[in-house]
């Protein structure tokens, strides 16, 4: 289970180390209450073989604007992850960093959880729209300025995504931009190309160390893909596969085996890459949909990456 004496500041601490957190996306909002509970209670009995320092709740959103082609998997509304939190996941004993989509809420629903969340063990990544063309309620500027403001709130993370690095060579300026609105940490979209996740995690470390400035812990996100329509999910997700192990993965008998292994590949070499650059960092993995095969996969990847980071 998690950590004895976990608290969001001690999390941030062991980053020098290497921390290792889970991705959990919420039930469907149409879950009863009772089912919310089950799948919770079955959830951390799953990860109790692994040694977490916290979880991440994900606040899934519909994002049409993303993506011209259509979404492969049907969206559906999710619980909202501070409600799965406070209501179904009490047991778990760690820090849980908490996604907000501010595009959806207003200024005072984000301020009334912001103010109502325990920061003894939340912390929040604050999420802006997926394109510049989404109608939304709440810009992330704004949320960010919310933030600042409350006397009392939790420690504010935010997203990186190496893809918008690879294509305008800026994605760590907007780091330390945010850097700048208040993000003591960062997430990363799932990785899988090596090369455009290194290079933003250079190009961020020493710019940081030309400015005299402290680089924040990065958490960077893995997760295993076991069939084709997962596969397409990714591409629509924004997520970059090499062409090489697109065509491993979709070629492969067993693509399950094939991503997992690749990803126990890139997770050896980022850990071995933020040690050599100094740079505070975690290993965040998930399960992108809700397949058995592919929840019990990300589990054990989760285990054997534990014993990476020892």
């Known amino acids: 289970m998690a950590r004895v ?28 209450a009772e089912r919310a509970h089950e799948i919770a209670r079955a959830t951390l009995a799953r990860l109790a073989s692994v040694e977490l320092d916290a979880l991440i709740l994900y606040d899934v959103d519909a994002e049409a604007d993303r993506s011209p082609n259509p979404r492969p998997f049907p969206f559906m509304p999710m619980m909202d992850p501070a409600t799965f939190l406070d209501r179904h996941l009490s047991d778990w004993p760690g820090p849980v960093i908490v996604y907000r989509a501010v595009s959806k809420y207003t200024q005072t629903e984000l301020s009334d959880w912001l103010t109502s969340a325990d920061p003894d063990r939340v912390l929040t990544v604050l999420v802006g729209a997926a394109s510049r063309h989404q109608v939304v309620t709440t810009r992330l500027a704004d949320a960010y300025q919310l933030h600042a403001a409350l ?38 979209q799932v990785c899988y190309d090596l090369d455009h996740i290194r290079n933003l995690l250079s190009d961020y470390a020493y710019t940081c160390r030309d400015q005299g400035v402290d680089p924040r812990p990065t958490v960077l996100t893995l997760a295993p893909c076991g069939s084709m329509t997962t596969l397409e999910f990714m591409s629509w997700l924004g997520i970059d596969i090499p062409r090489w192990l697109r065509t491993q993965i979709v070629r492969s008998a067993d693509p399950l085996a094939e991503s997992y292994d690749q990803c126990l590949t890139n997770a050896r070499t980022l850990i071995a890459f933020c040690r050599r650059l100094g740079l505070p960092f975690g290993i965040n993995v998930e399960s992108l949909t809700n397949r058995k095969v592919e929840i019990e996969a990300s589990v054990d990847l989760a285990r054997d990456i534990r014993d990476l980071l020892h």
């Open 5 to 32: 004496g976990s608290s969001p500041t001690q999390l941030l601490e062991r980053t020098a180390d290497g921390v290792l957190l889970y991705g959990l996306t919420p039930p469907r909002l149409a879950t009863t």
């Open 151 to 188: 006397p009392r709130r939790p420690v504010l993370g935010g997203v990186l995504i190496a893809e918008r690095h690879a294509a305008r060579a800026d994605e760590h300026q907007r780091m330390l931009r945010k850097q700048g609105h208040g993000c003591q940490f960062f997430v990363s």
